[in-house]
């Protein structure tokens, strides 16, 4: 008869994925981990497997949260102009709350990980793909109810906006101020007048 889990496997892959998010997959051990999630080492192994299959649950967890966090962030916003900014603004904004470690953990994983992991290169990949795709959605939103130009390529510009989120969220690990950051921001959104 197998024990009942002491603890909430969401609870604890979410304190994973925010530890792997603010040290990166090689300076994270398994003690800290252990020390970070609050439970044993075994319970670690037996829930989640080793520590590179507890990074793959964790990115696999960080996705869903992007998800989760822009689906709403989009569903608030009136204009498909202004849910882009909207996005944009987040990203900016959650450097400062400090809630959240800065930068992105798929950004992170791919810089420190994708030419040594072909899995976690998969993964990161279909995450900017996945970000790529709704950016596209929104565009094509965007023309059909007339906001944006109809000359403007939905695809290319997708593939824009998302090489300029992930410059977004490697400069805002930097010194650059609020106000510089929002400068940025608003000539590379001037793309979609």
């Known amino acids: 008869m197998s024990r009942n889990r002491e603890f909430d496997e969401k609870v604890v892959l979410r304190k994973a994925m925010e530890l792997f998010w603010k040290q990166g997959y090689e300076k994270t051990s398994m003690q800290d981990l252990v020390d970070y999630m ?9 829930t989640f497997g080793d520590k590179r299959s507890l990074f793959l649950a964790s990115l696999t967890f960080y996705e869903t ?5 822009f689906t709403g962030i989009i569903s608030n916003s009136t204009t498909v102009k202004k849910a882009i900014r ?15 470690p800065t930068g992105c953990l798929s950004v992170n994983a791919a810089v420190e990980l994708s030419l040594l ?18 950016f596209e959605q929104m565009l094509k939103e965007g023309r059909k109810k007339g906001e944006l130009n ?13 090489n300029n989120l992930v410059g977004l969220r490697v400069i805002v690990k930097t010194n650059y101020s609020k106000e510089e950051l929002e400068s940025i921001l608003d000539l590379m959104l001037k793309v979609l007048d």
């Open 38 to 46: 609050g439970i044993h080492r075994r319970s670690i192994y037996d």
């Open 65 to 69: 949260f992007v998800i989760e966090t």
């Open 117 to 134: 992991d072909q899995d976690i290169k998969r993964i990161v990949t279909k995450m900017f793909k996945d970000t790529e795709v709704m």
């Open 150 to 162: 109809e000359e403007l390529n939905p695809q290319i510009t997708a593939q824009f906006l998302h």
């Open 86 to 100: 909207d996005v944009f603004n987040y990203v900016i904004q959650s450097a400062e709350l400090d809630v959240y």
